[in-house]
């Protein structure tokens, strides 16, 4: 009995010992953790035909702060992706109407969906730092900052190549300011990125 009494004590202490023992991740911010964040991360660069989109994350493990830091920002890439899908959506609808050929837009949708679906992962991680910082228990952390970039131009390009694909939806968007808008676009994209 006294023995029964004593491993469950022992196994409470032990218990409350390992569960209390759980790091801080999400330090308060600090004037030194600020202070440490690269520029590109306070002030996002803006390229041409890309969406570029920083974020950051700590972790007990240097590649887990990266791999959230990504996953953080690729979350953000693909909430400004549908913002911008809906709002070629709605310019669409405007410009062909709505009426005698919802199923042409119908049919968009589907193509700029699928599109966008296939290339939202082909994001390239273009700056990457990480530092080695204390939490709020003093206990060192990671904290990696990483800045994705996406390549619209690429997706318009094949966004395109579907239109023109398909016969009723080319012979109809063709006609649009915004198919236009597009092809110069990709056209620029071609001549800037395919000719270095």
């Known amino acids: 009995m006294v023995f029964n009494i004593l491993s469950l004590i022992f196994f409470s202490i032990l218990t409350f010992n390992c569960g209390s023992n759980n790091s801080d991740l ?35 493990d240097m590649q887990l702060a990266v791999n959230k830091a990504t996953l953080d920002a690729a979350n953000t890439l693909a909430s400004m992706i549908n913002s911008d899908m809906n709002a070629l959506l709605k310019r669409v609808r405007e410009e062909i109407g709505t009426d005698d050929d919802s199923s042409l837009v119908d049919t968009f949708s589907q193509v700029q969906e699928q599109v966008v679906s296939t290339s939202i992962n082909n994001y390239n991680i273009s700056k990457k730092q990480i530092l080695r910082e204390k939490n709020n228990d003093g206990k060192n952390i990671f904290r990696a900052y990483v800045l994705i970039e996406w390549d619209e131009n ?8 579907q239109i023109k694909s398909d016969k009723a939806l080319y012979d109809l968007m063709r006609t649009t300011e915004l198919y236009d808008e597009m092809s110069n676009k990709v056209e620029k994209y071609k001549k800037k990125y395919r000719n270095q």
């Open 26 to 60: 999400s330090p308060e911010a600090s004037k030194s953790i600020i202070k440490g964040a690269p520029d590109w991360y306070l002030n996002t660069p803006i390229k041409q035909g890309f969406i570029i989109v920083p974020s950051s994350a700590t972790s007990q």
């Open 154 to 161: 690429a997706a318009d390009e094949k966004i395109l190549e």
